[in-house]
């Protein structure tokens, strides 16, 4: 046998438990934030022989659940372990994975990609391979950065990965030409509403602007759905909206950014932060949320707010709803340049999907 054709049937079973890796970290889908999806497998003579994943917050690693799951205890010296993040090296809640992985004489390890998280920061291959172990890393990279694309967007870019949310009509309005007396204009049908709320349940904050507040009255929690509310965010610099709007509802916590000397109590559960309304208002809400651990936000308009998010840069997919309807007249829709990732039919609506082409590529390629 060609010694070719061994080099390939290796990488290829990489791919295979590397993927294997992700799709068990996936099954904690919404479980762990701020911490990453993380899945472990033990592979001896080319078959698994150990699984494990981080179940949920505060829940042990990846790793020490795999390797606990073995039976034969004595395979461990024949076993390569892979794991789609590289091993911890920090004493965190559990104590370092690094450390475990050394403790049971494990050779080899296959790392899908290095932790951002400043306590590892590439220490924790360091460590295993100072401690003789043999390790590859690189395998399914980009699969395993985008599974944990809040993770990774927050550690390298200090802000939360942002989504942006609207519903147009067919000629690209979100609203119709109404006063705010008049109820909302109904855009998106029945099934989009349900996958809303589902994104809902799985990012940590949600934002409107306060025109948004005064003309829909939105609540900005998860109807029909299962999880917890997000933290809720709206603008109110001259702290003039009604706490009797549906947002400050005690529902959820909420966040106000009011301007200096604002603050002021709306109701319970709800909190002013002041900021400068100045041409760098958005930097400051992002440090704010950055400070709260805050590693995913989603904007649900209206078009002014989500306009001044696209033309800073910060922005990282947007998720549109195009509907048949037509207004002729009314509140123009976001105009959005990215590359466009999917489109797909919801009954008689179309939901596309965009992707900023370049945090994506910054996402999807790790830097060293
Ligand atoms: C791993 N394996 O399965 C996970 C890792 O608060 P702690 O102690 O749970 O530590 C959280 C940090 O550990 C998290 O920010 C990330 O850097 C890493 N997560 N590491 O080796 C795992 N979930
Ligand atoms: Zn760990």
């Not at 400043?118 to 043999?134: D, F």
């Not at 904007?299 to 309807?325: N, Q």
Request: hydrophobic share 35%; with cysteine; proline share 5%.
């Amino acid at each position: 046998m060609s010694n070719n054709y061994f080099v390939r049937e290796q990488i290829s079973h990489h791919d295979i438990f590397m993927r294997r890796c992700l799709e068990l970290a996936a099954t904690a889908g919404g479980l762990v934030a701020p911490n990453p999806l993380v899945g472990a497998v033990l592979v001896c003579d080319g078959r698994i022989v150990g699984e494990g994943w981080h179940k949920s917050y505060g829940a042990p690693h990846a790793e020490p659940e795999a390797i606990t799951s073995l039976i034969n205890t004595d395979l461990l010296p024949r076993c390569t372990l892979y794991v789609n993040l590289e091993p911890c090296n920090h004493y965190g809640k559990t104590p370092p994975c690094t450390e475990q992985i050394i403790a049971a004489q494990i050779p080899r390890v296959v790392v899908a990609c290095t932790d951002p998280f400043p306590e590892v920061n590439g220490t924790g291959i360091e460590r295993l391979r100072k401690a003789g172990i043999e390790v590859e890393t690189g395998i399914l990279q980009a699969e395993a950065r985008a599974l944990n694309k809040f993770f990774f967007t927050y550690h390298e870019k200090k802000r939360p990965y942002i989504i942006l949310k609207w519903a147009e009509s067919a000629d690209g309005f979100i609203d119709a030409d109404r006063d705010e007396n008049s109820p909302p204009t109904r855009i998106s049908n029945e099934l989009t509403r349900i996958i809303a709320h589902r994104w809902r349940s799985q990012i940590q904050a949600i934002m409107v602007g306060t025109n948004t507040v005064i003309r829909d009255n939105p609540q900005l929690t998860l109807r029909g759905v299962e999880g917890r509310n997000p933290l809720r965010l709206t603008l109110d610099r001259k702290a003039r909206l009604d706490p009797n709007r549906k947002i400050f509802d005690a529902q959820a916590e909420t966040i106000i950014f009011v301007g200096h000397g604002q603050s002021k109590i709306y109701g319970e559960r709800t909190e002013c932060v002041e900021v400068c309304f100045d041409e760098n208002l958005e930097e400051s809400i992002l440090q704010t949320l950055y400070k709260r651990r805050i590693q995913s936000l989603m904007i649900e308009g209206g078009t002014k707010l989500i306009e001044s998010f696209i033309s800073k840069g910060f922005w990282d997919e947007a998720r549109v709803f195009k509907s048949r309807i037509l207004l002729t007249a009314g509140v123009k829709a976001p105009q959005v340049e990215g590359l466009r990732k999917s489109e797909e039919n919801i009954g008689d609506n179309k939901l596309i999907i965009y992707k900023n082409p370049k945090t994506e590529n910054e996402l999807l390629n790790e830097k060293n």
